[in-house]
């Protein structure tokens, strides 16, 4: 297998030749026609004065121009710079000034929002050009006049551009938040991204022929290296989607026969929570993948039951291990899919340890450490991050709390942020949240904790009734005080109709503790 991004994907347009890669609307693209493509973009992009290892923004929604863009960057050794559709003019320009980037690809308008207006007035000394993917706004260049503008550089120059770029290259800046508040730059290279998602997509079985829906957004891990990255090392087919809402997604699960769809648990939990859901043909499902969050026994066998899916596997991992440390293998039993995150990725090492970097012994909760080719090289200027990340043997801290079994398999049981300690003992809410959806009662449930006078922190739980179901504050209390120990018994509830998350469909907590802040009981 090839070992930098743009040799796969000229590789990948040899093997699956006319066969669809990407289906987008009325856009089609075979493997071919996305390989020239991606070299169209790429002769755009050294036309305007592209180096190798200079920085491009990407920042629109799931579309396949958005896959063209980044193909065209990376082939003309450029690296990506991921940008978060939900973010405002703001934390936009941070990460462009952050980043260096020289040009950057968005959107005129999306869910009412205009990008490029958004930057208006924001200090961007090394921003050289905006080309907008799809949309109209001012002063930028559409992508098809820009790519018209590379027809001045030969496919020749293009290619030999493409085949000149490195597996110790650098492939992409994916940023993500820390403890800081600001964001920080992971910076990773092409060959050991293709190496993880060599070994994510054979673990999960994706195929040749398989139809891939991908709901997480581009610009996180999830829908760009196990998304469409992926699709090109096995041949199968992306069909983008923009804005998950459930109706839409049951639509097109049915009309276009999709085969792979994975994603958060809270998607599923939506689904399932769907009262039509029975009317929609959803037979084509075969594969899901899970686990961006702690992740339910129930939510699992429900998948398998009520959505119909062959296999469920589920994994682990973050943005600065290029997305994917641990996975449950195809012959693993289903209480091991069920309720584990799998082992180590091959030559890939995972531990748990103690406060003191000692690891802990199989069974008892540690801090999950990894360390091998998947590591992050680091956060783009910003070595003191990096230290605190990555210790001088290689480890990464990833901050997570997990309990590893004797075959080293591990339960992702929360972050260490999100343990609170109550009456002296610790309390993990994605323990207590398992406990809840798993009675059957509620379609979404999270638990944060609160500071209390008298036991330090408590619990509170936000849960998301079931249609036609009246939970009251009271009622929620009353299982818990019967079914979980009585220090895990929050001692607040919200009902809400639905609860805050991320364009990766992953609840966004600190909203929940911003809101419990503000409105004490």
Known sequence: MEKTIPR????????????PAIEDGDTTLSFRALSEAGLSASRAFIGAGLEPGDRVGVWAPNLYEWIVAAIGIQMAGGVLVTMN????????????????????????????SNYVEMLDGEDLPDLERIITLRGEARNVTSFDEFIASGESVSEDIARERALAVKPEDLSDFLFTSGTTGNPKGVMTCHGQNIRSFMAWSEVVGLREGDRYLIVMPFFHSFGYKAGWLAS???????????????????????????????GAPTIYQSMLAYPDLASFDISALRLAVTGAAPTPVELIRRMKSDLGFETVITGYGLTESCGIA??????????????TSGRAIPDVEVVCVDPEGKEVPRGEPGEVWVRGYNIMQAYFDDQEETDKAIDADGWLHTGDIAVMDDRGYVKITDRIKDMYISGGFNCYPAEIEGALYGSGNYAQVAVIGIPDERMG??????VVPLEGESPTPDSVIAWCRENISNYKVPRR???????PTNASGKVTKFVLRDYAAASPA
Request: glycine content about 10%; proline content about 4%; charged content about 25%.
């Open 8 to 19: 796969l994907v000229l590789g990948a347009a040899d093997r699956f030749g006319d066969a």
């Open 85 to 112: 559709t939900r973010m405002k003019g703001g934390e936009a320009a941070y990460i462009l000034r952050k980043s260096g980037a020289k040009f950057l690809c968005t959107m005129g308008e999306f869910l009412g």
């Open 232 to 262: 090109l090392m096995r041949g199968a087919t992306v069909l983008p989607h923009q804005v998950f809402d459930v109706p839409v997604i049951l639509e097109r699960i049915a009309a276009d026969r999709i085969s792979v769809f994975p």
């Open 326 to 339: 641990t996975m449950c293998r195809f012959d693993d039993d289903p209480e091991t899919i069920a309720t």
């Open 457 to 462: 922190e408590v619990g509170m739980v936000f």
């Open 493 to 499: 509830v919200e009902v809400m109709e639905e609860l």
